[in-house]
């Protein structure tokens, strides 16, 4: 087990930080409701087309 820290250490404490990052970055962002940036950020987009006089989501 030892050799294999000595060998391995780096990559793994590197995947463990992306691995981390990742979950970190998701539970920010999140996806519409769920998260604290992506709410904000579709509210904003809501708030464009509805200033700009279209539906969401609607072709014209």
């Known amino acids: 087990m030892k050799e294999v820290f000595q060998e391995y250490g780096g990559v ?31 509210d904003l987009i809501e708030n464009f087309f509805n200033q700009a006089g279209l539906s969401f989501g609607t072709e014209n």
């Open 12 to 42: 793994i404490v590197t995947i463990i930080a992306i691995i981390a990052l990742i979950g970190v970055i998701s539970a920010i962002i999140g996806t519409g409701e769920n998260g604290i940036i992506g709410s904000a950020f579709t």
